[in-house]
Each structure stands twice: as structure tokens, then as C-alpha cells.
């Protein structure tokens, strides 16, 4: 069976999240979200391709939601709701909880702007996650007999997760957005090393290579500081959720050891109540704010408060969160509207925003004016400062993921196209793994592992514990929870597991499972006796020849038939043998030579049976060495013979 | 496979015990401590300024204890217990006896599934040699690491009046002083055969608590690990309390699932969840709570022979006892408001974290609705941590409290009972915000439910005499015993047991349900519950300390094979026994619980598909015939000297050169002068021989 991949959205290009992988038979979507940058048919992944009789159900075993952004979760509701899929949903806590929030956020966006039809409406958001089972980090979901999920800690937001699915031998990991380095709110991306036949990875910023985020943390706060204390205006246009709580953590630290009292707003649809949120998921953020919960739960800021719309023209500086982010509308656009004329104010925008969004415009190089439709146009007159850190990993990041996975394919997503093309190279000839980069729409097929399934005698189980097995590694005691920061200890490579080279017998009988076991147990099985097969020849040996091999000097061997002196014959031949054959551990056990079933001891009978070759004509010089050996070392056995007889 | 159980403990405080050796491992299964028999030692003298106004110290006028007194106990022997009676020294604490009698450097595994049940983790982790690899869920590490703090804290009491102990063994352990307790202590001390006195431990330190803490391992819900590549372990949620748990262990050679007090429908916890258990073959049914319960068995339900899976379930879901469980709640509060009323104090010293943060919720909606302004006062070293920390692990909470964090609620509801001032959290009795806040009637929260411990030890003999204040207590003491030092009380006491696992009606169904092949269940509940009909499942009854050999769980391990490797399997066919088989050659990979076979690196050699076991018998004229079509005659000499065997013969090869073929029953040797030769006579043996 193979593994089929359809990318039904951020395949090269960023925006509406979506990808059908279906894995021996199951079939997972990860992440529903929608476009940003659209208002038609393109704001969502085409689910026709699903399906074209739309029986959702029946076409999809679950679906995994990665983050609470909406290019990850947009879509869902319209999904569930609209086209009717009632199948599971899977998210972490954190994820389910926030999500509502950001959905009910957008929704009044789309509404206000322009009085557009709404997608979906509140009841919906809420029928929808209802429908979400909510899981912990690490918890092994058994979403049926066949199919098993297990979230991994990305970083990016509260409660993203990479996720990881297994279907019978087969597994893979889709990674959401993730981020590599920990912030001052959030930890670092943690994975177990796994054994995947696909990983399929964000690559947002796929040829980026970042510095530490602290120095960029500095810049945006001396932006911020220098406005403010020149009396301007700072606007924040950001979701309600994430990068909001991430600026404020910094914003409200930095206020009081500043000692600052420009008061910091937030806008309507940045309730303090999504606070509350984070107060009760802090076991998810970084250490250092977890750590701290007992005494002072870090999203109890100190110096914020809420806006109110008859404050936008107030005089005196201040700091407003206001959504939605990358100015798409809505409150953030009516504010921008009013600050954008004036110089002393600021304006701050993410690192990344979506084609079509003001945010996008206002990036790209330095327009002076922005046109909003064809009455309506803003001077812009204000500086603009661009967030440099992100939530998301930069190349070093993925790559450092991709080596420590090491899984038998990559696909990349949520991307732009030559970046991607450029990663896609990098994977492919750094690390020697197959790599992909499907548009929208595409399919990617790779194979799939599997394993024969059979049951293992203890006989045969004992004889694979037998300690004269070489052990390539001792067992490790588990898959480490090796965290997958930029720590060269964690990436080095570490096999968890005993190697060992075992033989055994792997029966089928009709309707019976199949069963491994020792070749000893095969035949009491079929009540029969082995019968050895052996090959003996008594080889001649001339004496003379024997002794000019030998190092040491010795009195011609006259009489070999004292013990000590076929200990000494039968070391000589042993020296000779030992510099003859570089291949082979000769084992010299005094009485006779052996190398695997080849032995070699002095014959002393005056007629042996073996004694059959008539190549040696001198025979009164010779001294005999009767050989046996079994079948598989036939081919040694002659060629340690013709050393012996000729070469000697 | 052999199973101890070591102790079967003593209510939801004292957990059971067990020992498993399972697949070459030995697992332990909880490590608690015998709180209730700290009960006969006594308690410390109050504070000192509130010495001055007892009549009488407890201790300090006992301490001088000389030959006189001695000969006072000894005379009181058949009187009913005094409070002089009580052992007066630091206490030691009782840990399974059992435990001691084992080579604890021999355990590989220790599980833990609740807070209670890692109490007495630093006694073993404090012994040499000891290195097991102990995992616990995050939740019950967090709790149960605080337990023990407080318990460390709280137990400086003694160690304040007291003295630095000496390092030999106390007084109270010498035969002499053991032989003078009243028989009821010395029960409780020595155990029913005098054997238990072992398992006495004096107190671990903060140092001990925190080197033990840093060597547990701790899991999320439902997270798998795996110990030494074979066994898989993971925790399910018991319901009992947060975090608390059961264990699944799988492993190539079988399914164990670890059953420990669970609750079906639990206020604050998350649910049992049964449905991960099933497809278990060994069940170790550890859940001793129906040996308190009262209720008779309800005969209509069980002569329902029901074995329809959703008939099954619903009376799993059946939730009479949660609902019970809130009138219980409820009683309690009432009984609170009553005493309030009166002018009178109430005394909550209760352990359960759970009932605490239920108690906390009703209680305040009592107040209100009676529109009562009493404070509720929570005293305890660990207080404001345990309280902020159950607010921040919504994933170990049930499904209720789970809708608040969805709909942005606190959790519980004391975050804004804090917030409003109508429960305070003091850590200790001396602490000055406490002096400064205090007002009576009041109802208070504290430590520890032994009475011998903590906040309450002072508050009891502050209202003891008052007989409007009231003591709820948890019935897992022995009232007369605990109450001693406080006599004469004149205060109301109201014992109550609280819900601490499977009710007996609802055992049937669920094993029912879960289909194991072997269910390992306490003798001692054997009169409770009648197995009538659990389809497959055989039922093995243990009692406590003694070792039951349990059978293989599975007739042969499980083998993956790589598709590589076994699509080069060469199969031969053995029409005779209807049966295809081929030799396996690869490495054996013990990964995460399964056994894998890849193919080697050495490349497959075609002479390696020779045969290199064969069977069967030749036979002379068989063989001549072989040899002959290839081109090899001979004559065959039966051998003379091996009369016993018919089979014995040998081949003389004539051509196409001199050759031998000596035929044995056991086997055959060839000798020729060439190696052509010798492989030709080989093969032709080969053919009339079976091999593989
Ligand atoms: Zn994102
Ligand atoms: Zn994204």
C-alpha cells in the first residue's frame, strides 16, 4: 500500500492550511483553514476533491486541527456545519478552548466589512466545536482499531501541536507551524525521534536564517518606547489571540521596570477575558512562565486595560492592541484610518502578512497612500515598524527537524514557491531524503512500510537473547524525549535498540497464524530426526614443509603420537593457517584446529577410512590431519585442504 | 509470571500494594504510608502560650516518665485506653511491612496511581541500590510531591519539642516499652503476628523528598513510555482524584491493566475511563473499596444476566453514586451551617483534594443562601500552591469543569471565592495574617486528617470543649483511638466516608465489558461479588502476601517482519504435513515494545539459500539410483558391526573416482578426493533427504 498526499490548501503559498493523507487505507485531514488574502471560492480548500458525492463522513476518518489560527482553522466550521461532516475532530486543550475566539473574531470582520453574507455563523462556530475531542501533549488518542494520533509540542502559539498519526506499520508527522527557539512565552518545538515514512513540514521561512530573538524583542520595544515618549500613537494590529499575549508579556514587563505609564489598551474584540484563557492553559507555556504561576500568573497584566472607540482621537501617547491583525478590516482598519496621517504615531506589523491584506501593502516598499476602494484612499505619514522575530522556525530550524526525524519523505507546505524549490534542493542533497513541494490541489504518492506479522516460539525467542549474538548497541530504555532545540547533543544519532543477527524457521500451515520458531523445534514438530550431512577427508601434511613454517625450532616429529606433540603440530599448522587466511578467525582448541564448522585434528590410525586421496606419493613424510565440515562450508573447506596438500 | 499482593491497604489514604514480575521485570504498584497508625503516638503540646491556659500537658509532665510510670502502664494493661497510653516520642511512620521483606534493588518498575500512593517513595528511593524507574502522572507528581512537603513541615512540630533524635532505634521500639502498650496499640504497632514493627521508618527529609522527586519520571494522560524497549506503559485517568490513575502495560508477551479505586462519574476529577482497558488479557482488579461498602448487592441487576454490550454500559452509567456522593457533600455542609448557627466553629481536616475543593464550593453556596457571613479559613503549608495549581491542569479535570475552561470560567470556583475574600489561605496557625484575620464561629480547612498533625492538632483542643463546634472526619481512623488526646470532647463529630472506588453491583458489568482473558481479584471481596457468567474471563482470587503463579498470557510472542526482508523468503513446500516453510535470517530489533526482524546488512549470499538442517532417512537403493543419474556408481556394503541399526550402510564409489558414503541414522559422511566429486554426492543426498 502506498501513502497518498493531497494538498488541498498552503501548498506554495501561505493560507488555508489543508492536507488529505490517506495511510493504508485511513484518511486524516490535517488542518481546515482559510485564505486570508481571498473573498470568493478560493478562501477555502476545494472539499470536492474529497469527495464528489460530498459523503464526508464515509471519505474521512478524522481530522486533526494543528493551532487556532485561522489559516489552520477557518474553514472548519464551514466544514462541519456547512458541508456536513460529522466524523471526529481532534485538538489539544489550549487549541479548543481558543479557537471559538478567533472563528467568532473573524466572522464579525466578514460581517461588518462591507456587510458581506456571513460563511457561518455564531451557532455554528459553537455546534462545530462541540463536535472537538480535546487532547493532552503526548496522549495517545486510539481514534479506532487502526488508527493512532499523538500531539507533539510545536511552539508558534498556545497550544500548537505537531501531530504525529500511525496507521498499522506505517506513521508520518505533520507539523503545523511550528518554532525551533523558545520565546518569552512559549517553549520550543519537542518531538520523540520517531520512525516515519513522511513528515510533511511548514516552511514559511524557508531560506531565513535568524539570530537570537532577544536583540529583535529590543528593537520593537525601543519603537515603541520613542513613540510613546514622543507623544504618538503606537497601534498593534494583531488577532486576538497569540501574538497579542506574546507583545503584551513584553510590553507589560518592560512598563514596569521602564516604570512607564502610558496606559495600553486593548481593543473591543481583544477582550481581557481571553486572558482568562491563558491564566488556566499556563502548563503550556515556556518554563520560565510556568514556573512563576503560584505567585503571579503572567497574563495578569498589570498596565492594561480596555479601549473605548471615543479615545481613538483622544490626545497624550498610548499603546493600542486592536484586530483583526495585518489591517484586514474591521477595528484595526478604522484606527489605522485615523493614525495613518499623522508622523508621531506607529504602526507595527508582523513579519508575515497575506497578499491582499493593507498590512501587505504597507510592507511592500513604502507607499504613501494606500487605496482602499475606488472612493476611499488613507495618506500614510506614520512609521511602520516590521515585527523581525516570529512564531515561526526559520530554515535552520526545519532542516535541524527534518535530520533529527530523518523520515523517508518530506513534503513541504504553507510556503512561498521559490523559497520552497530552494529548501526543497537543500533536503534533498544535504540529507539524501526525497523531498516534495505539491501546489494546491496536487497529489503526492509515496510507499508505505509494512510488516509481516507472525508468532515467535520461545525457543526461538531464547535463542535471539542467546548472548553469543553480537550486540551492535545495548538497549537504551526509551525513545528519548530528546527536545529538538539547536543542541547538537540532541541531533546526534542514538539507536535505541538491541541488534542482533537470529535465525529461526517461519512456518505456515494452513489457517494457522505463522509461526517462527527454532530449527530444533521444527523437527520435533514433524517428528523427525536431523540427519547430519558432513564431508571428512584425512589430509596429508609433509612434515618438512610444515616445519619450515614453523618459528620455533623443533626436533623433527617423529613419533606424533604423544599428546604434547600433537599439541605442537597441531600449533604450527595453526600458525601457518592463521597467516595463510586473513578472512577467517581460526580457533586453535589444542586437541584440534576450527574455523565455523571446518576441524582440523592429527589422524593417527594407520588406515583411515577418509584417507582416500592418492596425490601424496610420500607417504612415510607426511602426517595426517583429518578434516571434517559440514555443508554450507564447503568451498572453505577445499580451499584450506589445497593449502594444506600444495601449498605447504 | 508471579504476583504479591503486599498489603491491601486501608481505604482511599492507604492504597493497596503489589508486586508483579511480568516478562523478566518486577513492577511495584504503589508505595503508601499508614497514616491511621500514627494514631498511637501523641500528639505535640499546643503553642506555648497556649500551654499556659491547658490544665494539663499532654506530654511535657509525661516526659519525665520514669520507673514509676512504667509500672502505672502496666497496671492500666486491662483498662480501657488512656490517653497516657499514647506513645510519647517522635513518631515514626508505618510503610507496607511487606515492601522490607523484598530486595528493593530487584525492582525495575515502580507505578504509581495517586497522590497518596507515592507517600512513601523517599523511604526507597533513600535506600542503596535502589534505581527503579519510577513514572507517575504529572498531576499526581505535582499533589503528591506537596503532600509530602507538607508532611515534612508539619512533622517539624515534633521535631521542635522533641530534639534532634538519636540514630539508633527510639525507645518506644525496645521490646520492653512494645510489651507495655495496651494491646490496641500494640496492634496497630506490631501488626496481628508481631511482625510489622519493620516496616516503621522515621521521616524523610525535604532533601530526601526533593532527590526523590527529581528521579520520578512523569507522564501526561494517556502518554506512552517505554521501559527497556519492550514494556509500553501508560496512565488512564481513575476518577478517584486528580491525576490519580491506571496503569496498561503492553508488552510482546501480553496486556496487563491495573484497576485502582475509580470512579465513574467523578465532580472535579476526569472520569474513569474504562473503554482504554479493554482488550486487556490480565486485569488486576486492586479496587478493595467495596469491602466498606454497605449497600447490599442489588439481586435485580445481577440476576439480569446481561451480556449485550449496551446493556452493559448502561449500567455502567448508571450515576447513583455521584449523585449520592453530593448529598453526602451537601449533609456535611448543612451540618456546618447548623453549628455556625450556633455559634460554633467547624473543623475540616479531610485529605481528599477533591472533596476539599467540592466542600469549598457548597459550603460558600450554603453560607449565601442563608445569608451567613462566616469565614472559610484554609490552613496549611501548601495551601495557596495546591489551589492555583488546580486551577492550570484543565486536562485532569472532568468533563463539567472542563466546559468552564472552554466558556472562559475559572475552574473552580475558589480562585474568586479568594479573589472576595470569602476564603482565606493561611499556611500555618502562627501565621500573623491568620492572628490578624481570625474571627470565630469560622469554618476551617486543614491538616492533617490523623489528628496527630498540622493546624488541626491546635484547633481541635482550642474548640473541643465547645459542643456547638464540629469535627467532620474521614472514616479511615479509628474515631476513639484518634479523639484520645482530646478527651473529654464535647464537640460534634461527624465521620463520613467518601466515594473511593467501583461499587460492588457495577464489578460484574465491567468486567464483562472488558473482556480479559484472567481477572486477578481480592479473595476478601469474593462474598461481594458474584461472578455469574464473565464469558471467557477465568477469575484467580489472591490474598494478601502470597505469590499466585499466573499462566502465560499469550502462546507465543509477536514478530514483525520487514516486507524486504520477506519478500526474499525462499518457501518450500512439505505436501505431507500441508505446510509451506522457509529459513529466516535478519536483525532482531526490540523497539518500543515489539519485536522486529529487518534484513541484515551482509548482502544475501545465494549459498545461504542452501539447506542447512535436513531430516528423513536414506535409503541404499534410493540412493545408488541418485548417484547413478548423475553419473556416479558405486556398491553398497551394509554395515556388519551396527547390528541394531537397519539403516546403517555405506556407499563405495567407484566412479568416477574412489569416494565413500558412510550412512548412519544420525547422519551421513562423505568423503571424496575432490571437491566436485564431493558435491555431487552431496547434492544427490540432498534429494532424498528433506532439509531446509
Ligand atoms: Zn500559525
Ligand atoms: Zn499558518
Same mark, same amino acid.
Given at each position: 500500500m502506498a501513502i497518498e498526499?493531497?494538498?488541498?490548501?498552503?501548498?506554495?503559498?501561505?493560507?488555508?492550511?489543508?492536507?488529505?493523507?490517506?495511510?493504508?487505507?485511513?484518511?486524516?485531514?490535517?488542518?481546515?483553514?482559510?485564505?486570508?488574502?481571498?473573498?470568493?471560492?478560493?478562501?477555502?480548500?476545494?472539499?470536492?476533491?474529497?469527495?464528489?458525492?460530498?459523503?464526508?463522513?464515509?471519505?474521512?476518518?478524522?481530522?486533526?486541527?494543528?493551532?487556532?489560527?485561522?489559516?489552520?482553522?477557518?474553514?472548519?466550521?464551514?466544514?462541519?456545519?456547512?458541508?456536513?461532516?460529522?466524523?471526529?475532530?481532534?485538538?489539544?486543550?489550549?487549541?479548543?478552548?481558543?479557537?471559538?475566539?478567533?472563528?467568532?473574531?473573524?466572522?464579525?470582520?466578514?460581517?461588518?466589512?462591507?456587510?458581506?453574507?456571513?460563511?457561518?455563523?455564531?451557532?455554528?462556530?459553537?455546534?462545530?466545536?462541540?463536535?472537538?475531542?480535546?487532547?493532552?501533549?503526548?496522549?495517545?488518542?486510539?481514534?479506532?482499531?487502526?488508527?493512532?494520533?499523538?500531539?507533539?509540542?510545536?511552539?508558534?502559539?498556545?497550544?500548537?501541536?505537531?501531530?504525529?498519526?500511525?496507521?498499522?506499520?506505517?506513521?508520518?508527522?505533520?507539523?503545523?507551524?511550528?518554532?525551533?527557539?523558545?520565546?518569552?512565552?512559549?517553549?520550543?518545538?519537542?518531538?520523540?525521534?520517531?520512525?516515519?515514512?513522511?513528515?510533511?513540514?511548514?516552511?514559511?521561512?524557508?531560506?531565513?536564517?535568524?539570530?537570537?530573538?532577544?536583540?529583535?524583542?529590543?528593537?520593537?520595544?525601543?519603537?515603541?518606547?520613542q513613540c510613546v515618549a514622543a507623544g504618538g500613537k503606537v497601534l498593534i494590529p494583531t488577532f486576538a489571540l497569540g501574538r497579542a499575549q506574546e507583545l503584551c508579556i513584553l510590553l507589560d514587563d518592560y512598563w514596569e521596570r521602564m516604570n512607564l505609564r502610558v496606559p495600553i489598551y486593548f481593543s473591543a474584540g481583544l477582550t481581557i477575558q481571553a486572558n482568562m484563557y491563558y491564566k488556566m492553559l499556563i502548563s503550556w507555556t515556556s518554563q520560565k512562565v510556568k514556573e512563576t504561576y503560584a505567585t503571579h500568573n503572567a497574563f495578569d497584566f498589570k498596565n492594561v486595560r480596555n479601549f473605548d472607540r471615543s479615545l481613538i482621537d483622544a490626545p497624550g501617547p498610548c499603546v493600542l492592541f486592536a484586530t483583526p491583525g495585518m489591517i484586514s478590516g474591521g477595528f484595526s482598519l478604522e484606527v489605522f484610518k485615523r493614525w495613518a496621517p499623522s508622523e508621531m504615531n506607529l504602526i507595527t506589523l508582523p513579519g508575515y502578512c497575506v497578499a491582499g491584506t493593507i498590512g501587505h501593502k504597507l510592507m511592500s516598499g513604502k507607499p504613501t497612500k494606500i487605496v482602499l476602494d475606488k472612493d476611499n484612499q488613507v495618506d500614510v505619514r506614520c512609521q511602520i515598524h516590521q515585527l523581525s522575530f516570529s512564531p515561526h522556525t526559520d530554515a535552520k530550524g526545519i532542516m535541524d527537524l527534518v535530520k533529527f526525524l530523518s523520515p523517508q519523505h518530506v513534503i513541504l507546505v504553507h510556503g512561498e514557491k521559490p523559497k520552497m524549490a530552494s529548501l526543497k534542493k537543500k533536503i534533498h542533497s544535504e540529507l539524501g531524503i526525497t523531498c516534495y513541494d505539491p501546489a494546491n490541489n496536487e497529489s503526492v504518492y509515496i510507499p508505505s512500510t509494512n510488516y509481516?506479522?507472525?508468532?515467535?516460539?520461545?525457543?526461538?525467542?531464547?535463542?535471539?537473547?542467546?548472548?553469543?549474538?553480537?550486540f551492535?548497541?545495548?538497549?537504551?530504555?526509551?525513545?528519548?524525549?530528546?527536545?529538538?532545540?539547536?543542541?547538537?547533543?540532541?541531533?546526534?544519532?542514538?539507536?535505541?535498540?538491541?541488534?542482533?543477527?537470529v535465525e529461526g524457521i517461519l512456518i505456515m500451515e494452513k489457517s494457522k497464524k505463522a509461526k517462527v520458531v527454532h530449527q530444533d523445534e521444527l523437527l520435533l514438530k514433524l517428528g523427525a530426526k536431523r540427519h547430519e550431512v558432513q564431508f571428512a577427508y584425512c589430509c596429508p601434511v609433509s612434515v618438512e614443509k610444515l616445519e619450515k613454517t614453523a618459528t620455533t625450532d623443533l626436533t623433527?616429529?617423529?613419533?606424533?603420537?604423544?599428546?604434547?606433540?600433537?599439541?605442537?603440530?597441531?600449533?604450527?599448522?595453526?600458525?601457518?593457517?592463521?597467516?595463510?587466511?586473513?578472512?577467517?578467525?581460526?580457533?586453535?582448541?589444542?586437541?584440534?584446529?576450527?574455523?565455523?564448522?571446518?576441524?582440523?585434528?592429527?589422524?593417527?590410525?594407520?588406515?583411515?577410512?577418509?584417507?582416500?586421496?592418492?596425490?601424496?606419493?610420500?607417504?612415510?613424510?607426511?602426517?595426517?590431519?583429518?578434516?571434517?565440515?559440514?555443508?554450507?562450508?564447503?568451498?572453505?573447506?577445499?580451499?584450506?585442504?589445497?593449502?594444506?596438500?600444495?601449498?605447504? | 509470571m508471579k504476583f504479591t499482593c503486599l498489603s491491601k491497604g486501608g481505604g482511599s489514604?492507604?492504597?493497596?500494594?503489589?508486586?508483579?514480575?511480568?516478562?523478566?521485570?518486577?513492577?511495584l504498584f504503589d508505595c503508601p504510608i499508614d497514616f491511621s497508625a500514627l494514631t498511637i503516638f501523641s500528639p505535640v503540646p499546643t503553642d506555648f502560650d497556649?500551654?499556659?491556659?491547658?490544665?494539663?500537658?499532654?506530654?511535657?509532665?509525661?516526659?519525665? =516518665?520514669?520507673?514509676?510510670? /512504667?509500672?502505672?502502664?502496666?497496671?492500666?494493661?486491662?483498662?480501657? *485506653?488512656?490517653?497516657?497510653?499514647? #506513645?510519647?516520642?517522635?513518631?515514626?511512620?508505618?510503610?507496607?511491612?511487606?515492601?522490607?521483606?523484598?530486595?528493593? =534493588?530487584?525492582?525495575?518498575? /515502580?507505578?504509581?496511581?495517586?497522590?497518596?500512593?507515592?507517600?512513601? *517513595?523517599?523511604?526507597?528511593?533513600? #535506600?542503596?541500590?535502589?534505581?527503579?524507574?519510577?513514572?507517575?502522572?504529572?498531576?499526581?507528581?505535582?499533589?503528591?510531591?506537596?503532600?509530602?512537603e507538607d508532611l515534612v513541615s508539619m512533622h517539624m512540630e515534633y521535631r521542635q519539642f522533641y530534639g534532634l533524635e538519636e540514630s539508633t532505634a527510639p525507645e518506644w521500639m525496645k521490646w520492653e516499652e512494645l510489651e507495655l502498650l495496651p494491646s490496641a496499640l500494640r496492634n496497630i504497632a506490631l501488626g496481628k503476628d508481631g511482625a510489622e514493627i519493620g516496616g516503621w521508618m522515621p521521616l524523610y527529609s525535604a532533601a530526601h523528598v526533593k532527590d526523590c522527586m527529581s528521579k520520578v519520571q512523569t507522564l501526561k494522560y494517556a502518554e506512552e513510555t517505554c521501559y527497556n524497549g519492550t514494556l509500553i506503559i501508560k496512565a488512564i485517568s481513575s476518577g478517584l482524584e486528580i491525576g490519580a490513575c491506571n496503569w496498561i502495560i503492553n508488552s510482546p508477551k501480553g496486556n496487563i491493566s491495573y484497576i485502582s479505586g475509580s470512579i465513574f462519574f467523578s465532580g472535579h476529577a476526569m472520569d474513569f475511563n474504562y473503554h482504554a482497558l479493554q482488550g486487556c488479557d490480565l486485569i488486576l482488579y486492586s479496587d478493595f473499596s467495596s469491602l466498606d461498602s454497605t449497600e447490599d448487592i442489588d439481586q435485580s441487576s445481577l440476576s439480569n444476566e446481561s451480556s449485550n454490550w449496551e446493556e452493559l454500559s448502561k449500567s455502567l452509567s448508571n450515576c447513583e453514586e455521584s449523585s449520592k456522593e453530593m448529598e453526602k457533600l451537601d449533609f456535611i455542609c448543612s451540618c456546618a451551617i447548623d453549628s455556625v448557627k450556633a455559634g460554633g466553629s467547624v473543623l475540616i481536616p479531610v485529605n481528599r483534594v477533591g472533596v476539599i475543593l467540592q466542600l469549598l464550593e457548597q459550603i460558600v453556596m450554603f453560607l449565601e443562601s442563608s445569608s451567613l457571613k462566616i469565614p472559610i479559613y484554609i490552613v496549611s503549608s501548601i495551601a495557596e500552591e495546591l489551589l492555583a495549581y488546580t486551577n492550570v491542569i484543565p486536562e485532569w479535570l472532568c468533563k463539567q469543569r472542563l466546559e468552564k475552561l472552554f466558556s472562559g470560567e475559572p475552574l473552580f470556583a475558589h480562585i474568586d471565592l479568594i479573589k472576595e475574600k470569602k476564603i482565606h489561605v493561611f499556611p500555618a496557625v502562627h501565621s500573623p495574617k491568620l492572628i490578624i484575620n481570625w474571627q470565630e464561629p469560622c469554618i476551617v480547612f486543614s491538616p492533617h486528617w490523623s489528628l496527630r498533625l498540622g493546624p488541626t492538632v491546635h484547633l481541635l483542643r482550642r474548640w473541643r470543649g465547645d459542643h456547638n463546634s464540629l469535627l467532620v472526619l474521614e472514616n479511615e481512623v479509628d474515631a476513639d483511638l484518634a479523639l484520645l488526646p482530646f478527651t473529654p470532647m464535647s464537640m460534634k463529630v461527624l465521620q463520613c466516608s467518601f466515594l473511593s472506588g467501583i461499587k460492588p453491583q457495577k464489578i460484574e458489568p465491567l468486567l464483562k465489558i472488558l473482556q480479559p482473558k484472567l481477572v486477578l481479584f481480592p479473595e476478601d471481596l469474593r462474598s461481594h461479588v458474584r461472578f455469574s457468567n464473565i464469558n471467557s474471563s477465568s477469575v484467580s482470587y489472591y490474598t494478601e502476601n502470597e505469590t499466585i503463579h499466573l499462566p502465560r498470557l499469550k502462546e507465543s510472542s509477536e514478530l514483525e517482519i520487514s516486507s524486504d526482508l520477506a519478500s526474499q523468503f525462499r518457501w518450500r513446500i512439505?505436501?505431507?504435513?500441508?505446510?509451506?516453510?522457509?529459513?529466516?535470517?535478519?536483525?532482531?530489533?526490540?523497539?518500543?515494545?515489539?519485536?522486529?526482524?529487518?534484513?541484515?546488512?551482509?548482502?544475501?549470499?545465494?549459498?545461504?539459500?542452501?539447506?542447512?538442517?535436513?531430516?528423513?532417512?536414506?535409503?541404499?537403493?534410493?540412493?545408488?539410483?541418485?548417484?547413478?543419474?548423475?553419473?556416479?556408481?558405486?556398491?553398497?556394503?551394509?554395515?556388519?558391526?551396527?547390528?541394531?541399526?537397519?539403516?546403517?550402510?555405506?556407499?563405495?564409489?567407484?566412479?568416477?573416482?574412489k569416494a565413500l558414503i558412510e550412512v548412519r541414522t544420525e547422519g551421513t559422511i562423505i568423503s571424496a578426493p575432490d571437491e566436485n566429486l564431493a558435491s555431487r554426492i552431496f547434492e544427490a543426498i540432498e534429494n532424498i533427504l528433506e532439509g531446509i
Open positions: 498526499c493531497l494538498v488541498l490548501g498552503a501548498g506554495q503559498e501561505i493560507g488555508k492550511s489543508c492536507a488529505v493523507v490517506t495511510i493504508n487505507g485511513k484518511r486524516i485531514m490535517f488542518d481546515c483553514g482559510m485564505h486570508m488574502g481571498y473573498d470568493d471560492h478560493r478562501r477555502y480548500p476545494d472539499f470536492s476533491l474529497i469527495s464528489k458525492s460530498r459523503d464526508f463522513d464515509n471519505a474521512i476518518d478524522c481530522i486533526i486541527i494543528t493551532h487556532f489560527h485561522l489559516d489552520h482553522v477557518g474553514a472548519l466550521p464551514f466544514f462541519t456545519e456547512v458541508c456536513g461532516y460529522r466524523g471526529p475532530i481532534y485538538m489539544t486543550y489550549p487549541t479548543k478552548a481558543l479557537a471559538p475566539l478567533m472563528l467568532e473574531d473573524y466572522r464579525k470582520v466578514m460581517v461588518e466589512r462591507r456587510g458581506e453574507e456571513e460563511q457561518f455563523t455564531s451557532d455554528n462556530i459553537s455546534e462545530c466545536m462541540k463536535k472537538v475531542i480535546a487532547v493532552d501533549l503526548k496522549q495517545t488518542v486510539q481514534v479506532d482499531k487502526d488508527l493512532q494520533i499523538r500531539a507533539y509540542y510545536a511552539g508558534h502559539v498556545l497550544g500548537a501541536a505537531m501531530v504525529y498519526a500511525k496507521v498499522g506499520d506505517s506513521a508520518m508527522v505533520y507539523t503545523g507551524d511550528y518554532n525551533m527557539t523558545p520565546d518569552r512565552h512559549l517553549g520550543a518545538a519537542q518531538i520523540d525521534r520517531l520512525q516515519l515514512d513522511l513528515l510533511i513540514t511548514e516552511s514559511t521561512y524557508a531560506t531565513t536564517v535568524r539570530d537570537s530573538k532577544y536583540a529583535r524583542e529590543r528593537e520593537f520595544l525601543k519603537a515603541v518606547h509481516v506479522k507472525a508468532g515467535a516460539s520461545d525457543a526461538f525467542m531464547q535463542s535471539c537473547m542467546n548472548p553469543n549474538f553480537k551492535l548497541k545495548r538497549g537504551s530504555e526509551e525513545i528519548p524525549n530528546a527536545s529538538i532545540q539547536r543542541c547538537t547533543k540532541a541531533l546526534s544519532p542514538l539507536q535505541v535498540s538491541d541488534e542482533r543477527v623433527p616429529a617423529t613419533n606424533v603420537s604423544s599428546v604434547t606433540d600433537k599439541c605442537i603440530l597441531i600449533k604450527k599448522l595453526f600458525t601457518k593457517l592463521s597467516s595463510e587466511f586473513s578472512v577467517g578467525d581460526f580457533r586453535n582448541l589444542g586437541e584440534y584446529i576450527r574455523l565455523e564448522s571446518f576441524q582440523a585434528s592429527i589422524c593417527s590410525k594407520d588406515s583411515c577410512p577418509y584417507r582416500i586421496t592418492n596425490s601424496f606419493q610420500n607417504k612415510s613424510k607426511a602426517v595426517f590431519f583429518c578434516c571434517t565440515w559440514s555443508g554450507p562450508d564447503e568451498k572453505l573447506a577445499w580451499k584450506i585442504i589445497s593449502t594444506l596438500e600444495n601449498a605447504i | 489514604n492507604f492504597p493497596p500494594c503489589y508486586i508483579l514480575d511480568f516478562g523478566g521485570f518486577r513492577v497556649d500551654i499556659i491556659n491547658e490544665e494539663t500537658s499532654d506530654c511535657a509532665a509525661h516526659k519525665s =516518665s520514669d520507673a514509676e510510670t /512504667v509500672a502505672q502502664k502496666r497496671r492500666k494493661l486491662e483498662k480501657p *485506653l488512656d490517653v497516657n497510653d499514647l #506513645i510519647c516520642a517522635e513518631p515514626w511512620y508505618k510503610t507496607v511491612n511487606n515492601l522490607h521483606l523484598w530486595n528493593v =534493588s530487584f525492582i525495575d518498575i /515502580v507505578l504509581i496511581s495517586s497522590p497518596v500512593g507515592m507517600l512513601g *517513595l523517599p523511604f526507597l528511593t533513600q #535506600i542503596k541500590g535502589f534505581s527503579a524507574k519510577m513514572y507517575v502522572t504529572e498531576a499526581a507528581a505535582r499533589i503528591g510531591q506537596l503532600m509530602m512439505l505436501k505431507q504435513k500441508n505446510m509451506n516453510i522457509t529459513r529466516l535470517k535478519g536483525e532482531l530489533l526490540i523497539n518500543h515494545g515489539k519485536h522486529q526482524l529487518l534484513s541484515g546488512n551482509d548482502q544475501a549470499d545465494p549459498s545461504e539459500n542452501k539447506p542447512l538442517l535436513h531430516w528423513g532417512s536414506p535409503d541404499p537403493e534410493n540412493l545408488l539410483a541418485e548417484l547413478s543419474k548423475m553419473g556416479i556408481n558405486g556398491f553398497v556394503e551394509r554395515s556388519m558391526t551396527d547390528a541394531g541399526s537397519e539403516e546403517a550402510f555405506t556407499v563405495h564409489v567407484q566412479n568416477p573416482e
